[in-house]
């Protein structure tokens, strides 16, 4: 089943407690990126990748790290979380535009809380 | 950079009536306009989509509208039934590997 993942689903953690959320897809798309969702700001893009080895910051990159060693992961690292980070985070993959954007298809979500 | 906004932020309707939602974009190099239908508990999903070279695109019940010269397209949702409630996401892009900006969303609520 075509499909991007993402773990933990839920995580509650510390103030500077360095946490990783993964995520992967299983269509051989070359953009990823990362979102968090918080009420009443919709989704806001804090990193995207548009092939291994080549991201770029969103609107929202600060406090968080991405990597994209393989196609198919695409990990979001938070350093130092802090509790302005709680938030719920998506990631989507891609397949490549063909005459400009194309369809995002996201997770399931990982909710997160930083106390 | 680009900005998206969207309105109304909240939408009841009968159901059988029809449902519009409204999003204006600033950035003029924007030529790709998904909307997205997130389902509670779960992660977005695309209903339509459009571009710049097309005006109007219609899927059944659904149908966006595009002015480019004003910035802004629409959402159409007709005949609307209890499962079309959901919160619904405009975005733009410049596409391409490009930032996407999506819209505050909008929750609609169909009145059985």
């Known amino acids: 089943e075509a499909q991007v993942t993402q773990n933990p689903r839920y995580l509650i953690t510390v103030t500077g407690k360095k946490l990783t959320v993964t995520c992967s897809q299983n269509?051989?798309?070359?953009?990823m990126s990362w979102y968090r969702q918080d009420p009443g700001l919709g989704l806001r893009q804090i990193y995207y990748?548009?092939?291994?080895?080549?991201?770029d910051k969103g609107d929202v990159p600060e406090g968080y790290k991405v990597s994209r060693k393989e196609k198919r992961n695409f990990p979001l690292i938070l350093e130092s979380p802090s509790p302005n980070q709680t938030s719920l985070y998506f990631c989507?993959?891609?397949?490549?535009?063909?005459?400009?954007?194309?369809?995002?298809?996201f997770g399931p979500g990982t909710r997160l809380t930083v106390l | 950079g680009e900005n998206v906004e969207q309105h109304p932020s909240t939408l009841s309707v009968q159901e059988g009536d029809s449902a519009v939602i409204k999003c204006t974009y600033s950035d003029s190099a924007s030529n790709y306009f998904p909307w997205y239908k997130q389902e509670l508990g779960k992660g977005p999903q695309l209903i339509i989509d459009?571009?710049?070279?097309?005006g109007e695109k219609k899927d059944q019940r659904i149908a966006v509208t595009l002015n480019k010269t004003a910035k802004h397209f629409s959402l159409h949702i007709t005949e609307t039934q209890p499962e079309d409630s959901a919160v619904y996401f405009c975005a733009a892009t410049p596409g391409g590997y490009q930032k996407v900006t999506f819209g505050t969303g909008t929750k609609l609520q169909v009145i059985p």
């Open positions: 459009i571009r710049s070279n097309v």
């Open positions: 990748s548009m092939n291994v080895e080549v991201t």
């Open positions: 269509m051989n798309h070359e953009y």
């Open positions: 989507a993959s891609s397949p490549s535009p063909s005459g400009g954007g194309n369809e995002q298809f």
